[in-house]
């Protein structure tokens, strides 16, 4: 063990110094502009080591990312059409046969009370995006159809409803059920 240990420590002082002919060498490189520069780096032992400074060869930039080239996340990547995230119904047809409920008022508010990105009233297209971020329209039986192109809750359609009846006084007389995966009554 003792043995292997000392071994390995001579190794390391015998180990031969960069020869002049090559230090030279290295500085005339330097002199003339090939490389950035040279510095010299203290070893242990009172060495010295004479080193490169900068980049050695100009790169290729073949792999230089989006970030360096100055392109943004949407010039980079081919994106699809955009599809349809959620598509939520309210069936209101009971109440509006029983004349009770507005289904015009209901849709208009829900045009002004849903909330994208933190604001009310922006459910129009991103720019550059033929789509709006929410559509909302009634269909013939008195149904009306929330379809959005950004994440929006079925809860959240709920909640919007229940407000509504709330302001309207009778939320004690109507009451919002799911009848399916996408469907409220």
Known sequence: MIHGFVFAALLFVIAPAPSQGAMAAAH??????????MDTLRLRGGRNLDCKIGAP????????????????RLQ????????????????CSRPVADRVFDIADFQAYLTQNIKVEGKTGILGP???SPNPRVLLYTEPSNRVVVQAYIPLSKQYIKFLTKN?????????????????K????
């Open 182 to 185: 996408q469907t409220y009554k």
């Open 28 to 37: 005339l490189a330097a002199e003339n502009g090939k490389y950035g520069g």
């Open 164 to 180: 509504y009846l709330e302001s309207k006084g009778s939320r004690d007389f109507i009451w919002c059920v799911s009848t399916g």
């Open 126 to 128: 991103i720019k550059g």
């Open 76 to 91: 980079t990547k081919a994106r699809p059409a955009k599809k349809v995230v959620c598509r939520w119904v309210v069936d």
């Open 57 to 72: 060869a100009p790169w290729s930039g073949l792999n230089i990312g989006p970030k360096k080239r100055g392109l943004s």
